[in-house]
């Protein structure tokens, strides 16, 4: 990179702090009640704020109306491991992705720059990407729309969690209406508005993320190189924003693995009976994480064929020089063959040839939908025990050993 380029960063207010995270009305008021700071901090903070806002007041109201523990609904509060996946470790793991995201997507746009593919000319053009990804992503109507939503959504939702035929902790039928109980009140519209507005807050900024990756494919001429040792001609760096990601994930498959933990152990479903819809979710998180890195295989694609192009003609004027002098006879007399320094060169070119021909299409791997499936999947291994017990686990396990 130039040192004009450099120079130029450093001092410019978007790509050196970059975020998807310090912005937005939700963070200023966060800032306000110091829950936040400039660098994404205080996150253990918020986490306590959060699970005091959404699961201790249900605790202490299930408490108050009997409904706590015990055989006086079909479905207690301590025995819902729905609601313990979601509020206990799904929220929790929303809020602990800001940090990591923080730290993380920040380095990645900064690469952009530091590997040299965008500077000069077109710097300016990625400046103006990063600049619109702020201004969208510090939307007052965008927060305010997903709030709402959240809240009249959560009221639509709330009628399908309300018709029952047994007697919860949270609502009970009563002559074909349901009575709601002051923790059903609170978990209703205070506990799950506060998770969807979290969670629909952060596909928002995955939206803002897909349009800036898709505004520096379509719009910033990049300085891509098929020879780069990465294979994807300079762009591998951006499969760490999947990686990123990987806390968003595991909050929605905690959520997810409470959802059939409840129904397995409430209801008598067996963990097979769901494994199209597991295999749906996987997909759907794996997608989530890597479609947007998919807005350069017409860059990747461009870059792999002028290299095929311009290497192949290279290649053809070497071999031709090297047959002239080694086959045609025409080396020097006195050039002995025995480790002739050609050799080494030729199989360099052919090294780099097939580092041109390999260049991928995407810029991430095999090893990284291997990566985010395992951990995107990790919440759902708990849920193998119920299909074998825990003592034949243990017993099959040492087995393999004794």
Known sequence: MHAVDANRVAGMKDPGEFSLVLGGPLYQLMRKARLEDDAAGLVRRRVVVMVLLAWLPLLLLSMAEGHAWGESRSLSFLADIEMHARLLLALPLLVVAEIVVHQRMRPVVRQFVDRGLVGGATLPGFEAAIASAMRLRNSVSAEVGLLLFAIFGGYTLGQHYLTLSVSTWYAAPVDGDFSITAAGYWYLFVSLTAFRFLLFRWYFRLLVWYRFLWQVARRVPLRLNALHPDGAAGLGFLSGS??????????????????????????????????????????????????????????????????????????????????????????????????????????????SFDVVRNTSLVPFGRSTIVRLVIVAALPLAPLALTMVPLDQLIDRALAVFF
């Open 242 to 351: 999947a990686f990123a990601l990987q806390p968003l994930l595991l909050a929605q498959t905690v959520a997810l693995s409470g959802i059939l933990a409840g129904k397995i152990l409430q209801e008598g479903a067996t963990l097979p009976q769901f494994k199209l819809e597991i295999a749906a979710w996987m997909l759907f998180l794996i997608v989530l994480a890597l479609a947007p890195l998919t807005f350069f295989v017409v860059r990747l694609a461009d870059a792999k064929r002028a290299a095929m192009r311009e290497y192949g003609l290279l290649g053809s004027r070497y071999v031709a020089e090297f047959r002239r002098k080694w086959i045609a006879g025409k080396a020097a007399p006195n050039e002995n063959l025995l480790g002739a320094a050609d050799i080494q060169s030729l199989a360099d070119l052919s090294a």
